[in-house]
Nanobody, 123 residues
Framework: QVQLVESGGGLVEAGDSLRLSCAAS????????MGWFRRAPGKERDFVAG????????YYADSVKGRFTISRDNAKNTVYLQMNSLRPEDTAVYYC????????????????WGQGTQVTVSS
């Protein structure tokens, strides 16, 4: 099983960009599909983006499609979330997660989670 640590969050203005990183420990990282989720204040933790183990497939929530890009570097055991054209409604704690069941949007398919990184977008 992998352990995950997110970084790259911060306070930005609307329209800015941020890149989140999620570093994984363990030698089995390349066998997991990876996902990014977020939890806005007072809301549930929602799916943002996912990528298959081989990077062959990606999937995005409609709210971020065209603005966010998920990628991974299996040699570095890291998954990224490039976030462009940020909006105040993107403000949330962002979590990365690992799925042994393939690319998925449901939280229940992910069995390992990072501690989260805060992203705040001011208007």
């Amino acid at each position: 099983q992998v352990q995950l640590v997110e970084s790259g969050g911060g306070l930005v203005e609307a329209g800015d960009s941020l890149r989140l990183s999620c570093a994984a420990s363990g030698r089995t990282f390349s066998s997991y599909a990876m996902g990014w989720f977020r939890r806005a204040p007072g809301k549930e933790r929602d799916f943002v983006a996912g990528i298959s183990a081989s990077s062959g497939s990606t999937y995005y929530a409609d709210s971020v499609k065209g603005r966010f890009t998920i990628s991974r570097d299996n040699a570095k055991n890291t998954v990224y979330l490039q976030m462009n054209s940020l909006r105040p409604e993107d403000t949330a704690v962002y979590y990365c997660a690992a799925s042994p069941y393939g690319l998925a949007t449901r939280k229940s398919r992910y069995n390992t989670w990072g501690q989260g990184t805060q992203v705040t977008v001011s208007s």
